[in-house]
């Protein structure tokens, strides 16, 4: 069984690139998370996706933070234009609303904004 | 707003030692309970899942209660290994319903079990 699988792992760009970090959450799940987490503040819920719908995105951050999920198996969160405030690791988690409501996350994107 | 302690931050133990982390939250309104580990460069592995009906859940040699009353829950690990040492975090889940579907996380314990 596959599990929450991202892309890239790493990325190191500089102030001002855009950035797109991407996640294939788990076969028949039908809920998606992105967290962020950093030494400051630790774990942090962006967004949240039922059903490929946003349900709540009260944690974005600002404007310069966007998410999307065009079907059920992929999602994407891009970051135009970065700064090196964002850098941090980016985590997409998923799971079966109405089935328990676990969470599994994936392995994280590392990102760096030099 | 929900808030969750993890106590002790960090733990050292020697090898074969039974022990105990501790989570606990302000809002005992929970669907879900939910205990991770962490490696250091890695993601999150789900250890075990509460539901707020359920008082422990077993797997292995790990132990996890929850007395969501009280609004506590420990994890309790059963003749530590060395690959035990990892960040244990606990995250409870309010529900379904637009802001109750976050999971809100402690900070963490951060074990050591030396050989």
């Known amino acids: 069984d596959a599990g929450v699988i991202q892309s890239p792992r790493h990325e190191v760009t500089e102030m001002g690139q855009e950035v797109t970090l991407r996640c294939k959450p788990i076969?028949?799940?039908?809920?998606l998370f992105w967290y962020r987490q950093t030494m400051m503040r630790g774990l942090e819920l962006l967004i949240y996706f039922n059903n490929n719908v946003p349900i709540d995105d009260s944690g974005m951050p600002e404007d310069r933070f966007s998410a999307k999920m065009p079907n059920a198996s992929f999602s994407t969160l891009k970051i135009q234009p970065s700064e090196p405030r964002d850098s941090a690791v980016y985590f997409c988690?998923?799971?079966?609303?109405?089935?328990?409501?676990?969470?599994?996350f994936g392995e994280g994107s590392r990102l760096t904004v030099l | 707003k929900q808030e969750v302690t993890q106590i002790p931050a960090a733990l050292s133990v020697p090898e074969g030692e039974n022990l105990v982390l501790n989570c606990s939250f302000t809002?005992?309104?929970?669907?879900?309970l939910q205990w991770f580990r962490q490696d250091p460069g890695k993601g999150l592995t789900s250890l075990l899942l509460i539901q707020s009906s359920q008082r422990e859940q077993t797997s292995g040699r790990l132990n996890a209660s929850l007395d969501k009353s009280s609004g506590r829950s420990t994890l309790y690990i059963a003749a530590s290994q060395p690959g035990d040492s990892a960040t244990y975090l606990c995250?409870?889940?309010?529900?379904?319903?637009?802001?109750?579907?976050?999971?809100?996380f402690g900070e963490g314990t951060q074990l050591t079990v030396n050989p």
């Open positions: 988690a998923s799971g079966r609303e109405g089935v328990g409501g676990e969470l599994f």
């Open positions: 076969s028949g799940h039908n809920s």
């Open positions: 809002d005992s309104a929970i669907y879900n």
């Open positions: 995250a409870v889940r309010r529900g379904w319903e637009t802001s109750g579907s976050r999971l809100t």
